[in-house]
Structures are given as structure tokens and as C-alpha cells.
């Protein structure tokens, strides 16, 4: 009997995380933003997914210089800063634009929109259907923790 009860005290200590739970460190965020700026290679953009669970999926980003807009028919985009800083341009229309992939257009800037200034701790959500670009503007770096929620 005692050795049942000492079995039934270390159950909950053995339990295992429940289905799609993940915790990121911030020192495993930071190791990753290291990672990526080497992985650059001529490039402004290195990206690594983190996680996919059902109707979303995670990565961090790293940009060392400006990004194309985006437009995105089925996915929102929540984005937590990391480190640097940008300006992301919000609204308005993609200029000259292409589709890229199904669903996903791109350009090289967009006409009209609103702008806000990001930086480490920020958070924003942009939804879908809604023209975003990321900007330098004399930045060296910026690297962002981004949740990407599809609508379908």
C-alpha cells in the first residue's frame, strides 16, 4: 500500500505537457535572433517557424533591412517585438502588385496607410485583407516573434 501511494504522489510530477502547449525563453528568442542574422547571406529577411498548431502557426523574423508590403487574403499577423526597431505602414494599397502565392500579394511600398514606430515589447495585430510593410529607416536590425492565424 505505501508503495502505491508514493506512485500516485509522483503521477502529477511525471505528467507531460498538454497537447500544443510551448513556451519559448526569452534567451531561446534571443539565441534564435543570433542564428538568423547568420543566416542572412546577402539577404535584408531569415525567418524560422517555431511551431504550427491547427488553423496557426508561429516564427521569429529577422530583418536587417526593409521588407516588401504584404497583403494577405487569409491570415492575420500578430507580431511581439524582439529587438531593434521599424516602422511598420498599416492600411492603404499595396503599389504594383503581385501575387506572390495563393492568397499572399506583395509590392514594393505601399500608397497611403497609417505608420507607427516598433520596438522591443511591442505588440500589434494586423488582420487580414489589411496592405503592412516593415521599414528600417536607419535601423540596423529588427527581429519579431510572429503568430500567423488563418481565417480558413
Partial sequence: MRIVNVLLCALPLMAAEPAGY?????S???GMEKKLAGKLAG??????????????YTMVAHREGNGEAEFHENDADLFVVESGSATLTVGGKVVNPKTTA?????????EGGVTQKLGPGDIVHIPAKTAHQLTLNGSKQFTYFVMKVSGQ
Fill in 43 to 56: 539577404k535584408n529577411f531569415a525567418s524560422e517557424r517555431t511551431g504550427e498548431y491547427g488553423n496557426h
Fill in 102 to 110: 495563393p492568397g499572399e500579394i506583395r509590392g514594393p511600398s505601399i
Fill in 28 to 30: 531561446e528568442l534571443h
Fill in 22 to 26: 510551448k513556451y519559448w525563453s526569452a
